[in-house]
């Protein structure tokens, strides 16, 4: 809105920020690196695609220390999140179960004898 205003009606700058509430500095900001950011993801995409057990925190120490870059840690988390490459769920791996053995069968009257046991605490 800032911009606008001093783009299209004449305002100074500073007379537009105070209008608008916000400092000179957030006004003049440009954003920096984003050829870089887009390298940054396309390396995330083609190690997570490759190594599918991968977290963030290996995919950062392989950038960090087998290829040498040297990215900060909070701005290749902040890319990690935005490709939601923190979402992918891992699928739990299923226990195999043998199947039971067959209860035997006692072959006359008293052949097996069981017990219950029960205590009382007074």
Known sequence: MAVDAVNKHGVSIRLACEVFQISQICYRYNKKRSAE?????????????AQRNWGFGLCFLYLRNVKGFVW??????????????NL?????????REKPEPLFEPL????????DFMHNHT
Do not use: C, F, G, Q
Not at 37 to 49: F, G, V, Y
Not at 72 to 85: A, T
């Open 72 to 85: 900060n840690h909070k701005r290749i988390y902040r890319i990690y999140r935005e490709l939601e490459l």
């Open 37 to 49: 950011n887009e390298l940054i993801a396309d390396w995330l995409i083609r190690l997570t695609t």
């Open 88 to 96: 992918r769920i891992k699928p739990k791996k299923r226990l195999v």
């Open 108 to 115: 006359r009257i008293n052949h097996v004898w069981s017990m």
